[in-house]
């Protein structure tokens, strides 16, 4: 059993703890259960599930600290790993920016768990691999798929009073229909922490669609359009910036947030109708509403009408710059809108419809600019319908530019964790073609 | 690959440095490291529990690993340590064939207890697949190897160094490159001990050491008043070495065009380290490339990244034949090309090798993950493609009857599956140097080190950075260029391959954590090459204004 309840996490923490001789000693329990199918060419090609749990003791005597772990609970093996994080302590250097663990603290209550997700059995997983393969069989494409799930909990205590506890379900599921002929290829990517929300039969007609749509695609001259992407291809560049937000690398003038002699908290970056913000409790998107240094997550803003709200400030950085620290965000969501896929195609004079964007890599950090490809799905609108699927560009664009270039907002859609909506954008920059289906 | 599969050790560059969380296990003291481990009798008694309690239930094969993963890794950035951290990790995965299907389990536990129990959910987890599965397993042959061993031929065990000296070093690139005018140094060392036992029903029971290293570092050049910064990375290789890697032999070393300071079997770190703040400051004031058509010499430590991405991986039977369609994509190298024999992937000078024994690569091991005595095999051969990267299950798909030796498993926690030999590109028969190819060129760019990549799922178009890039102008170098990237096509680039240095430029280029399959698996290989020329390739201009 991997999943402790609060009181079981509670009482191995405290037997650790009774242990330490430290200055300060603080201690992480975590442990999840997880399963998972994949399959390819029409077939399950292998599947898994793992338990995992662990104690980690970070101890320290002044500036020095140690850490340690362990994956057996017995009062021995406790009595061991906060006796060896100690020795380790004793050993390192003065680390001159340790911070000393934090005392109590107040959280909100997450909702994270659902049972019914923690409930998910090995039959159940073999189904949703049948409800993509059988259609595809039925359609003349081939099945490929994952589907990933876990239950789990993590848990907190500290020599200084802070005690926290959570338990955490998702699934993740994405698969790609090809076509026989190897001309089309649709793909479609879900995830909840929810299962009763997921529908793999819904999911894979949608691949299926998509990979038939996208058969013997047309090649296009590549250039700046305007495209519209899907909320999945969005995140793909929107995550370069918000892997960006660290307020230290910005005060030192080495990230895209740094300027001339200084940073760009409190600047306009972006069309004023971006607003970017992260929420622990959003109920389409919840995370565990404390991080792993036991500090509680708040709904924090990060883009407002288009500027710099705020930047992320670890305790330490917090400290020397005598702020208040804002934690890394667990979760990204950005305003949408109204308008649907098909009234964004339908508002369209000439345009790109993106599904995914696909092997995403940062240029230069400097301005932000990445590279990656479309792929799974990319077609031709003109005058408010989809004409004909094309060939895959390769882009070389910022989330920035794109940002500023923006046209329209649509829906959300949930995407690996965040809220993300259809965004229509002029002057998309593609810099070749791709053969690739 | 998502980003909470990974760890986030420290900031190295102006990016965040994150580690996949299975290079994670638990923490152990250094003196730890030493500890001898179980002995290789109890092991064979451990596996012959699996490979009994499978053939009981009525497995057709089964295999064993027993496996013990010991890393250290040192972290550190201008004068301060910021982390060094050891970690093991021990256990047993049991994989069988029942019914024709495969069934994978693991555990911690490495009882007789604990063996039993995950070889019978192996068992079972084969068996309940076996309903939706359409295409019975088939081995090719192995002989049983009996009892054999093999260690990577190190001279100096990273376990028996201590920390102190490992920490020395760092802080001392990270001072000689502060010294040079760097504002940031970020530096590390991430070293690798698997001690791996395997055993089959085919009679192999084979103990094997395996070790790597790899030093690095980011070095970062601020100008606070034009609000820029330039970051230039260390130009080391991760190698299948021990400590001595770090020994900065000066027989190692090579000079590159531009008076770049490069190196072979052994690494110079303090030296890099000053050079690299100096060509960091540099760049900060570098001429922006004109876009258009160059001349590219492409130097190994940029081109091994590039025969990863455009050959390795499209090469890969797996990817070939639909296994990775989901996630990594399929390949342009498909089996009629293959098969009509005369499919030019390259011009008549690129031959291409896969390779498992190459001494100090990080793909050579004695035996692969499934038992099978590793060996040497052509890709490309003349320009034609003349073979795949395939495993016991694969090579019947190909008409052949004898596995390439290319299995590996990140851990004893997953499950093997084919992953990349070192793929290298033969040096140049006819001696021919760095200086004279520099010479024979009219308009071109010289790339050296490793740098931003990106292609596409079936590994056709593709795009690279590099480290350091050189303007070549009428046979010389005349200055450093920023804002460079070129794009190609896998066949039209290496049919555009003119020229290839003779072999006293040879090189390994490796990567440390290249990432496969789902749930995703690290592995690490190396690429060898000389210094290579390609002809009228695309180069953009990467520089923008926000």
Redesign the interface.
């Given at each position: 059993m991997a999943i402790y309840t609060e009181e079981q996490a509670r009482k191995i923490m405290e037997k650790a703890l009774s242990f330490s001789k430290a200055d300060a000693c603080e201690i992480n329990l975590n442990g999840s259960e997880s399963g998972?199918i994949?399959?390819?060419?029409?077939?399950?090609?292998?599947?898994?599930?793992?338990s995992n749990q662990?104690l980690?003791v970070q101890s320290n005597f002044g500036k020095r600290v140690g850490?340690?772990?362990?994956?057996e609970f017995d009062d021995a093996s406790l009595e061991r790993v906060v006796a060896?994080a100690e020795?380790?302590a004793q050993l390192?250097?003065e680390?001159?920016?340790f911070m000393a663990p934090l005392g109590p603290q107040e959280y909100d209550k997450s909702i994270t768990f659902v049972q019914a997700t923690a409930d998910i059995t090995?039959e159940y997983r073999?189904e949703v691999?049948?409800a993509s393969?059988q259609p595809a069989i039925e359609n003349d494409v081939?099945a490929?798929?994952?589907l990933?799930d876990s239950a789990g909990f993590s848990a907190m205590l500290n020599s200084n009073g802070l005690f926290a506890y959570n338990k955490s379900t998702g699934v993740?599921f994405?698969?790609?229909m090809?076509t026989n002929d190897g001309t089309g290829s649709g793909?479609v990517t879900r995830d909840y922490n929810d299962i009763t929300k997921f529908d793999a039969a819904a999911a894979s007609k949608t691949a299926i669609e998509k990979s038939v749509l996208s058969r013997e695609a047309k090649a296009i001259e590549p250039g700046k359009y305007t495209v519209i992407l899907e909320p999945s291809a969005a995140l793909g560049l929107l995550?370069g910036l918000g892997?960006d937000i660290?307020a230290r690398?910005a005060d030192?003038?080495?990230?895209?947030m740094?300027?001339?002699?200084g940073t760009k908290l409190g600047d306009k970056?972006v069309d004023e109708r971006v607003n970017i913000w992260s929420d622990p409790l959003h109920p389409e998107v919840p995370t565990a509403t404390w991080n792993g240094a036991g500090q509680p997550l708040k709904k924090t803003s990060w883009l407002e009408n288009g500027v710099v709200k705020n930047l992320a400030y670890s305790r330490y950085w917090a400290e020397k710059k005598g702020v208040d620290p804002v934690p890394y965000p667990s979760n990204f969501i950005m305003t949408g809108g109204d308008a649907s896929l098909d009234d964004l195609i339908k508002s369209t004079k000439k345009g790109i419809l993106v599904t995914r964007l696909?092997?995403?890599?940062?240029?230069?950090?400097?301005?932000?600019?990445y590279?990656?490809?479309t792929?799974d799905g990319t077609f031709y609108i003109e005058n408010g319908a989809i004409k004909y699927p094309v060939k895959?560009f390769?882009f070389?664009e910022?989330p920035?530019?794109m940002l500023n270039n923006l046209e329209t907002l649509g829906q959300q859609v949930r995407v690996?964790g965040n809220l993300i909506p259809y965004m229509k954008v002029r002057d998309f920059t593609f810099?070749?073609?791709?053969?690739?289906? | 690959m998502?980003?909470r599969d990974f760890v986030q050790m420290s900031?190295l560059g102006?990016?965040?440095l994150l580690l996949p969380t299975a290079m994670m296990g638990?923490?152990?003291?250094t003196e730890a490291l030493l500890a001898p481990g179980m002995d290789v009798m109890v092991k064979k008694r451990m596996a012959d529990v699996a490979l009994n309690t499978a053939k009981s239930m009525g497995a057709t094969y089964a295999d064993a690993r027993i496996g013990r993963y010991l890393n250290q890794y040192v972290f550190t950035r201008e004068d301060?340590?910021?982390n060094?951290v050891n970690t093991e990790s021990f256990g047993i995965g049991i994989r069988v064939i029942a019914n024709g299907t495969?069934g994978?389990?693991s555990t911690?536990s490495v009882t007789e207890d604990g063996i039993k129990k995950a070889t019978q959910?192996a068992v079972a987890?084969a068996k309940?697949?076996s309903?939706?599965?359409?295409?019975p397993v088939v081995l090719a042959p192995v002989a049983g190897q009996g009892e054999v061993s093999w260690k990577t031929p190190i001279k100096k065990d990273f376990k028996d160094v201590p920390v102190s000296e490992k920490?020395d070093l760092l802080l001392s690139a990270n001072a000689a490159a502060l010294e040079k005018g760097a504002?940031?140094v970020n530096s590390a060392l991430f070293m690798v001990n698997e001690q791996k036992y395997f055993a089959s029903t085919d009679g192999s029971y084979i103990d094997q050491d395996v070790h790597r290293i790899w030093p690095t570092f980011g070095v970062?050049a601020?100008?606070?008043?034009?609000?820029?910064?330039?970051?230039r990375q260390a130009m080391s290789a991760p190698m299948g070495m021990g400590y001595e890697y770090l020994d900065g032999l000066a027989s190692e070393k090579l000079e590159g065009a531009a008076g770049l300071k490069l190196y072979r079997n052994s690494y110079d770190m303090v030296e890099d380290a000053a050079v690299a703040a100096q060509q960091a400051k540099e760049m900060l004031t570098a001429k922006s490339v004109d876009p258009g058509k160059y001349d590219l010499v492409l130097e190994p430590n940029h081109l091994g990244l590039t025969i990863h991405e455009s050959v390795g991986h499209p090469t890969e039977l797996d990817r070939v034949?639909?296994?990775?369609?989901?996630?990594a994509?399929?390949s342009?190298a498909t089996i009629d090309k293959w098969q009509s024999k005369n499919f030019k992937y390259g011009s008549d000078i690129v031959n291409i090798v896969a390779d498992k024994t190459q001494v100090g690569s990080l793909g050579a091991v004695g035996y692969d993950d499934e038992g099978v005595p590793c060996k040497q095999w052509d890709i490309i051969r003349n320009g034609v493609l003349v073979n795949y990267q395939a495993i016991r299950d694969q090579v019947k798909m190909i008409d052949q009857n004898e596995s390439h030796g290319c299995c590996y498993a990140q851990s004893w926690?997953d499950?093997q599956f084919q992953r990349m030999p070192n793929i290298s590109l033969e040096a140049g028969k006819d001696p021919y140097s760095i200086s004279q190819m520099i010479k024979d060129v009219e308009k071109g760019i010289y790339i050296a080190g490793r740098g931003?990549?990106?292609?596409?799922?079936?590994?056709?178009?593709f795009?690279f950075?590099g480290t350091v890039f050189y303007e070549i102008k009428n046979g010389e170098i005349v200055g450093m260029l920023n804002?460079v990237?070129y794009?190609s096509?896998t066949q039209e680039f290496w049919n555009a391959c003119a020229k290839i240095c003779d072999k006293s430029d040879y090189r390994l280029f490796g990567s440390f954590f290249d990432g496969k399959g789902?749930?995703s698996q690290i592995s690490a290989v190396s690429h060898g090459s000389s210094t290579t020329r390609f002809n009228g390739i695309?180069v953009?201009n990467?520089?923008?204004?926000?």
């Amino acid at each position: 059993m991997a999943i402790y309840t609060e009181e079981q996490a509670r009482k191995i923490m405290e037997k650790a703890l009774s242990f330490s001789k430290a200055d300060a000693c603080e201690i992480n329990l975590n442990g999840s259960e997880s399963g998972n199918i994949r399959y390819a060419r029409n077939s399950v090609s292998t599947s898994g599930y793992r338990s995992n749990q662990t104690l980690v003791v970070q101890s320290n005597f002044g500036k020095r600290v140690g850490t340690a772990t362990c994956d057996e609970f017995d009062d021995a093996s406790l009595e061991r790993v906060v006796a060896r994080a100690e020795e380790l302590a004793q050993l390192s250097p003065e680390n001159p920016e340790f911070m000393a663990p934090l005392g109590p603290q107040e959280y909100d209550k997450s909702i994270t768990f659902v049972q019914a997700t923690a409930d998910i059995t090995p039959e159940y997983r073999a189904e949703v691999a049948n409800a993509s393969i059988q259609p595809a069989i039925e359609n003349d494409v081939t099945a490929a798929g994952f589907l990933n799930d876990s239950a789990g909990f993590s848990a907190m205590l500290n020599s200084n009073g802070l005690f926290a506890y959570n338990k955490s379900t998702g699934v993740d599921f994405t698969v790609t229909m090809r076509t026989n002929d190897g001309t089309g290829s649709g793909w479609v990517t879900r995830d909840y922490n929810d299962i009763t929300k997921f529908d793999a039969a819904a999911a894979s007609k949608t691949a299926i669609e998509k990979s038939v749509l996208s058969r013997e695609a047309k090649a296009i001259e590549p250039g700046k359009y305007t495209v519209i992407l899907e909320p999945s291809a969005a995140l793909g560049l929107l995550n370069g910036l918000g892997y960006d937000i660290d307020a230290r690398q910005a005060d030192e003038g080495r990230s895209f947030m740094s300027k001339e002699g200084g940073t760009k908290l409190g600047d306009k970056i972006v069309d004023e109708r971006v607003n970017i913000w992260s929420d622990p409790l959003h109920p389409e998107v919840p995370t565990a509403t404390w991080n792993g240094a036991g500090q509680p997550l708040k709904k924090t803003s990060w883009l407002e009408n288009g500027v710099v709200k705020n930047l992320a400030y670890s305790r330490y950085w917090a400290e020397k710059k005598g702020v208040d620290p804002v934690p890394y965000p667990s979760n990204f969501i950005m305003t949408g809108g109204d308008a649907s896929l098909d009234d964004l195609i339908k508002s369209t004079k000439k345009g790109i419809l993106v599904t995914r964007l696909w092997y995403i890599r940062s240029v230069d950090p400097q301005t932000l600019l990445y590279t990656g490809l479309t792929r799974d799905g990319t077609f031709y609108i003109e005058n408010g319908a989809i004409k004909y699927p094309v060939k895959n560009f390769r882009f070389n664009e910022s989330p920035v530019i794109m940002l500023n270039n923006l046209e329209t907002l649509g829906q959300q859609v949930r995407v690996d964790g965040n809220l993300i909506p259809y965004m229509k954008v002029r002057d998309f920059t593609f810099t070749s073609l791709s053969d690739a289906v | 690959m998502k980003r909470r599969d990974f760890v986030q050790m420290s900031s190295l560059g102006a990016g965040a440095l994150l580690l996949p969380t299975a290079m994670m296990g638990n923490t152990i003291a250094t003196e730890a490291l030493l500890a001898p481990g179980m002995d290789v009798m109890v092991k064979k008694r451990m596996a012959d529990v699996a490979l009994n309690t499978a053939k009981s239930m009525g497995a057709t094969y089964a295999d064993a690993r027993i496996g013990r993963y010991l890393n250290q890794y040192v972290f550190t950035r201008e004068d301060k340590v910021q982390n060094v951290v050891n970690t093991e990790s021990f256990g047993i995965g049991i994989r069988v064939i029942a019914n024709g299907t495969w069934g994978f389990a693991s555990t911690n536990s490495v009882t007789e207890d604990g063996i039993k129990k995950a070889t019978q959910q192996a068992v079972a987890i084969a068996k309940a697949n076996s309903k939706f599965q359409k295409e019975p397993v088939v081995l090719a042959p192995v002989a049983g190897q009996g009892e054999v061993s093999w260690k990577t031929p190190i001279k100096k065990d990273f376990k028996d160094v201590p920390v102190s000296e490992k920490v020395d070093l760092l802080l001392s690139a990270n001072a000689a490159a502060l010294e040079k005018g760097a504002n940031f140094v970020n530096s590390a060392l991430f070293m690798v001990n698997e001690q791996k036992y395997f055993a089959s029903t085919d009679g192999s029971y084979i103990d094997q050491d395996v070790h790597r290293i790899w030093p690095t570092f980011g070095v970062t050049a601020v100008d606070q008043a034009a609000g820029k910064f330039k970051t230039r990375q260390a130009m080391s290789a991760p190698m299948g070495m021990g400590y001595e890697y770090l020994d900065g032999l000066a027989s190692e070393k090579l000079e590159g065009a531009a008076g770049l300071k490069l190196y072979r079997n052994s690494y110079d770190m303090v030296e890099d380290a000053a050079v690299a703040a100096q060509q960091a400051k540099e760049m900060l004031t570098a001429k922006s490339v004109d876009p258009g058509k160059y001349d590219l010499v492409l130097e190994p430590n940029h081109l091994g990244l590039t025969i990863h991405e455009s050959v390795g991986h499209p090469t890969e039977l797996d990817r070939v034949l639909g296994y990775e369609a989901n996630y990594a994509g399929t390949s342009f190298a498909t089996i009629d090309k293959w098969q009509s024999k005369n499919f030019k992937y390259g011009s008549d000078i690129v031959n291409i090798v896969a390779d498992k024994t190459q001494v100090g690569s990080l793909g050579a091991v004695g035996y692969d993950d499934e038992g099978v005595p590793c060996k040497q095999w052509d890709i490309i051969r003349n320009g034609v493609l003349v073979n795949y990267q395939a495993i016991r299950d694969q090579v019947k798909m190909i008409d052949q009857n004898e596995s390439h030796g290319c299995c590996y498993a990140q851990s004893w926690n997953d499950v093997q599956f084919q992953r990349m030999p070192n793929i290298s590109l033969e040096a140049g028969k006819d001696p021919y140097s760095i200086s004279q190819m520099i010479k024979d060129v009219e308009k071109g760019i010289y790339i050296a080190g490793r740098g931003s990549y990106s292609i596409d799922q079936q590994r056709y178009n593709f795009q690279f950075g590099g480290t350091v890039f050189y303007e070549i102008k009428n046979g010389e170098i005349v200055g450093m260029l920023n804002d460079v990237a070129y794009q190609s096509n896998t066949q039209e680039f290496w049919n555009a391959c003119a020229k290839i240095c003779d072999k006293s430029d040879y090189r390994l280029f490796g990567s440390f954590f290249d990432g496969k399959g789902q749930p995703s698996q690290i592995s690490a290989v190396s690429h060898g090459s000389s210094t290579t020329r390609f002809n009228g390739i695309n180069v953009i201009n990467t520089g923008r204004t926000v």
